[in-house]
């Protein structure tokens, strides 16, 4: 599932080719994705100018002009493929199959700009004009936001014996975060997985907290992790998977060289947490 990095790389990518564009055409090829689609989506995005996009948590908006947004989330396979004949670097990938392409967007400038989604877990919906958005309601800050400060993490965690990596996969608590990303700011910042939260000091939430800025920072300039789906809006892979220290490394050498441990695997919540149980406290 595409965490914080991915999500914002295909947001960047689409700036170019879609703000400040016009949609001229808009069409639904499919009544649903994981959920049903919208029954005016296709009335509400046609003529409709796109004045900027955003990313909130996993969710990509589109701010229309003529108020309210274009909602997506990419699921597990979901990708925006970009395709304009007047740029040759870009090529539709053969293996993206068009019978998954599921909302098509042309724009005035002739670009087209599609949602394909193989398995149909990704979600297209409308954020209405002066209301909210019950997937968007009750996430918690951003980890770039002012407010993710260690007292915020202090105050979230307090008295909870919840382990740290399942806190910090709330999304009520910090939004954006998942498996990949906290695994491997939990190892740069030597916390155990399974320590409670509300036992961690503020001086080591300091540390995570920056940490976890920096892990993410990383992997937007690497455009992501390509595990199995994610592509960048281009068709490229992102390659932060090359940077992993702990994910999916179960069995290897700890990569710090003073650390004699190796990276051990446990499932929390049936989720895997890869970590040195030697380093990481």
């Given at each position: 599932?595409?965490?914080?990095?991915?999500?914002?790389?295909?947001?960047?990518?689409?700036?170019?080719?879609?703000?400040?564009?016009?949609?001229?055409?808009?069409?639904?090829?499919?009544?649903?994705?994981?959920?049903?689609?919208?029954?005016?989506?296709?009335?509400?995005?046609?003529?409709?100018?796109?004045?900027?996009?955003?990313?909130?948590?996993?969710?990509?908006l589109a701010d229309l002009d003529r108020g309210g947004a274009l909602l997506l989330h990419l699921g597990m396979s979901g990708r925006m493929v970009i395709e304009d004949q007047r740029i040759a670097s870009f090529h539709r990938d053969p293996a993206?199959?068009?019978?998954?392409?599921?909302?098509?967007?042309?724009?005035?400038?002739?670009?087209?700009?599609?949602?394909?989604?193989?398995?149909?877990?990704?979600?297209?919906?409308?954020?209405?004009?002066?209301?909210?958005?019950?997937?968007?309601?009750?996430?918690?800050?951003?980890?770039?936001?002012?407010?993710?400060?260690?007292?915020?993490?202090?105050?979230?965690?307090?008295?909870?014996?919840?382990?740290?990596?399942?806190?910090?996969?709330?999304?009520?608590?910090?939004?954006?975060?998942?498996?990949?990303?906290?695994?491997?700011?939990?190892?740069?910042?030597?916390?155990?997985?399974?320590?409670?939260?509300?036992?961690?000091?503020?001086?080591?939430?300091?540390?995570?907290?920056?940490?976890?800025?920096?892990?993410?920072?990383?992997?937007?300039?690497?455009?992501?992790?390509?595990?199995?789906?994610?592509?960048?809006?281009?068709?490229?892979l992102g390659y932060f998977q090359h940077s992993f220290r702990v994910y999916d490394r179960e069995g290897q050498p700890c990569p710090r060289d003073e650390c004699a441990g190796q990276i051990n695997r446990i499932v929390q919540s049936g989720r895997?947490?890869?970590?040195?149980?030697?380093?990481?406290?």
């Amino acid at each position: 599932m595409p965490e914080l990095p991915e999500v914002e790389t295909v947001r960047r990518g689409l700036i170019p080719y879609l703000e400040g564009q016009r949609i001229a055409r808009a069409e639904a090829r499919r009544p649903d994705l994981r959920w049903p689609l919208p029954p005016d989506l296709v009335q509400v995005l046609t003529g409709a100018t796109v004045t900027g996009l955003r990313r909130r948590s996993k969710y990509i908006l589109a701010d229309l002009d003529r108020g309210g947004a274009l909602l997506l989330h990419l699921g597990m396979s979901g990708r925006m493929v970009i395709e304009d004949q007047r740029i040759a670097s870009f090529h539709r990938d053969p293996a993206i199959l068009a019978r998954h392409d599921h909302v098509v967007l042309t724009t005035d400038a002739g670009t087209v700009i599609t949602f394909n989604d193989a398995r149909r877990f990704g979600m297209v919906d409308l954020l209405r004009d002066g209301t909210s958005h019950p997937l968007l309601d009750h996430l918690g800050p951003e980890p770039f936001d002012d407010i993710f400060t260690p007292e915020y993490l202090a105050n979230a965690f307090k008295n909870r014996r919840l382990p740290v990596k399942q806190a910090l996969l709330d999304q009520k608590i910090v939004a954006g975060l998942g498996n990949i990303y906290v695994s491997e700011s939990l190892y740069r910042a030597g916390i155990d997985p399974r320590r409670a939260a509300g036992r961690i000091a503020l001086r080591r939430l300091a540390i995570l907290a920056d940490h976890i800025r920096n892990v993410l920072s990383e992997a937007i300039n690497a455009g992501g992790s390509s595990l199995r789906d994610h592509r960048q809006a281009s068709g490229e892979l992102g390659y932060f998977q090359h940077s992993f220290r702990v994910y999916d490394r179960e069995g290897q050498p700890c990569p710090r060289d003073e650390c004699a441990g190796q990276i051990n695997r446990i499932v929390q919540s049936g989720r895997s947490s890869f970590f040195c149980p030697r380093c990481q406290h």
